[in-house]
DNA sequence: TTGAGACGATTCATATGTGAACGATACGGT
DNA sequence: ACCGTATCGTTCACATATGAATCGTCTCAA
């Protein structure tokens, strides 16, 4: 699931590191990302896996297809086949929308909310390390940083 | 290319805030690389194919296949298929190995020469815009903190 | 009521990544 | 000189993403 690391450039000299700054940023959550598929991948989980289990367990009842693509922001046809695996593995189930036919609700099974609350505690960890690793004076200014980073 | 926005979570009451950052940092790295492929799809590259190219234009000679796997930190086979493409899109030419009848060497192509400079152009673009989007008060703290996550 | 257009899920083609298995080649120690 | 082992590229199966095209269903305006 990995992303390849960024190509380096030949230095164009102006405010040294600066261009740098973007790159750091890609790569450290690049390396987060691995360690966390790494942490999820020993309770047979991955991101987009517990996302979809975590909207569903948050939500105490069956979603449509459509609306889990949304909230996770992704399009309907990654749904599907996410949705196809996890049926799979048995962690969810489709059912028939009797109030509209066109759409198709997914449904935790009881598997599926076990598995579920393993992953967020394999997520808890690796959030706590992340923590622990992050020079605390540094933290309000990187949170701030990023806000301002996401559009 | 996106990846999916991460699991929200019932927020346990510890330090306010502290959970999101780690998310925050995967959310400004996804919203950064969306803005980076749509500027390099322009130009018809990808983060992936620039990477292989400005490899080969820095290097000024072919490059084994494995050795470009190194580089930008991916397996072998992905080189296999990355090459694959860059050979269809006439970016780059596979050259047998001399000295060593294994190896394949990957040889920039004159258009993938001209190809490569326009995607630098393009990243250069966005990471200007990224650098003019940061508090500049926060750059020195994010740089530290992004330093220090990176293991 | 009906018919046009919006909407939901699926399928397909494609891009990008991983990891295992394979065949060809190289190389070092005996 | 030969054999075991390491390395190289490829192929395959899979996971994850996008976007276009398709099919069924729904809804509203005329």
Redesign the interface.
């Known amino acids: 699931m ?9 230095a ?1 000299a102006t405010s040294p ?6 790159f ?10 691995d360690r966390l598929e790494r942490a999820l991948g020993q309770v047979g989980l991955s ?2 896996k ?2 979809v289990l ?2 569903l367990v ?1 939500a105490r009842e069956p979603l449509p297809l459509s609306e889990l693509a949304a ?4 399009v309907r046809s ?1 749904m599907t086949q996410l949705v196809d695996r996890l049926e799979a593995d048995g962690l969810v189930r489709r059912i028939d929308d009797a109030s509209d036919r066109r759409s198709v609700l997914a449904s935790v099974t009881r598997l599926g909310e076990e598995r579920q609350a393993e992953g ?1 505690r394999q ?2 960890k ?2 706590e390390g ?2 622990a ?3 605390p ?3 309000a ?11």
């Open positions: 990995n992303r390849l690391k960024v190509p380096t450039e030949s164009p590191g600066a261009e740098q700054v973007m750091s940023l890609l790569g450290a959550a690049h390396a987060l990302e991101m987009s517990l996302g975590t909207q948050e909230r996770l922001s992704c990654n967020a997520l808890a690796v959030r992340f923590t690793a992050l020079p004076a540094d933290r200014a990187l949170a701030r940083a990023l806000a301002a980073l996401t559009p």
